[in-house]
Structures are given as structure tokens and as C-alpha cells.
């Protein structure tokens, strides 16, 4: 999880294929866990969303794919 948001971009051109995946992929990461790490997992996981969107900052339609994962993240704050 660091990496992605370390590197937001890193699927490149072929971003707009995985779109989905990557939503799904933070979608679990966000979700309530037990077990040594959970908390930092989720924590991470709220910050890869906010690098994501900020890198497509302009891309309103990006914006609106991820907006439902809002809710979830603001239970991990």
C-alpha cells in the first residue's frame, strides 16, 4: 500500500484499465480487519486514495469512481 501511494501513477498508460481493480484493491485494504497491522493497513490505505485523487485531481469522472469510498475512510480517521 505504501508503494501505491507513493507512486500513484504507477499503472501508467494503462491506468484506465485496472480503474476498477485498483477500487476494489482499496476498497478491501479500507475495510475493518483484526490482527497485527489492520489499523496501519486501513491508515495507508486512506492515504493511497488521497494520493490517487490528487494525482487526477482533474479528472472529475476518477473523482466520482472513488467517491463512494469515502465513508470508509473517514470511519479510519
Not at 477500487?23 to 485494504?29: A, D, E, F, I
Request: hydrophobic fraction near 50%.
Amino acid at each position: 500500500m505504501v508503494c501505491f501511494r507513493s507512486v500513484p501513477g504507477i499503472f501508467g498508460n494503462q491506468e484506465a484499465n485496472y480503474l476498477v481493480l485498483i477500487k476494489q484493491m482499496l476498497q478491501q485494504s479500507l475495510a475493518p480487519a483484526q490482527g497485527p497491522g489492520a489499523a496501519e493497513v486501513r491508515v495507508q490505505a486512506v492515504r493511497a486514495v488521497c494520493a490517487f485523487v490528487i494525482v487526477h485531481e482533474k479528472e472529475v469522472q476518477i473523482q466520482k469512481h472513488f467517491e463512494d469510498l469515502l465513508p470508509a475512510m473517514m470511519e479510519v480517521c
